[in-house]
């Protein structure tokens, strides 16, 4: 079992919370954020960081941290700034310097497993989009993917 300290020292953030912000900034990860501040555990997000800076900053805020919640929901695979931030999570898992808690938020595993639907659709249009066609990046996105969907998940789902 991982412990994460409330005592520590370092600058460097201890959760890094990597998500769709669109969809989840103001209700789950909001909530979320200011409840693991609240136990005094360091969690990141990208609206921590000052406006403008390099996607390079997030990458090093995710290399400094000890655990990355990773929260894929419906619309997440409209942003390559998720499925890059991802892709670093990988690395530093496959690395062993970060542990990673994978959430699915009102998804299911087979959507994220078979990139089945408008989560899959919306994938191949992003890597068609930004003209990555040429390179990688879709297998190191589906690999990410593959890797977060292999993994022991947590699904919340919508209470009624």
């Known amino acids: 079992m991982l412990a994460i300290s409330s005592t520590k020292v370092e600058t460097g953030p201890e959760v890094f919370i990597n998500f769709r912000g669109a969809e989840l900034r103001t209700n789950f990860v909001s909530h979320l ?66 542990w990673v808690i994978p959430i699915l938020y009102k998804l299911k595993p087979a959507t994220v497993k078979k990139l089945e639907g408008d989560f899959g659709d919306k994938l191949w249009n992003l890597w068609r989009q930004r003209g990555h066609h040429r390179g990688d990046t879709i297998i190191k996105w589906d690999a990410a993917l593959q890797d977060f969907a292999a993994r022991s998940l947590m699904i919340l789902e919508e209470h009624r």
């Open 33 to 98: 954020h200011a409840e693991l501040k609240l136990q005094g555990i360091n969690a990141f997000i990208d609206t921590d960081e000052d406006a403008g800076e390099k996607l390079e900053n997030l990458f090093r805020r995710i290399e400094e941290s000890r655990v990355a919640l990773a929260i894929v929901s419906s619309r997440y695979t409209e942003s390559h700034w998720c499925l890059d931030e991802l892709v670093t999570i990988k690395e530093c898992v496959d690395r062993c310097t970060l």
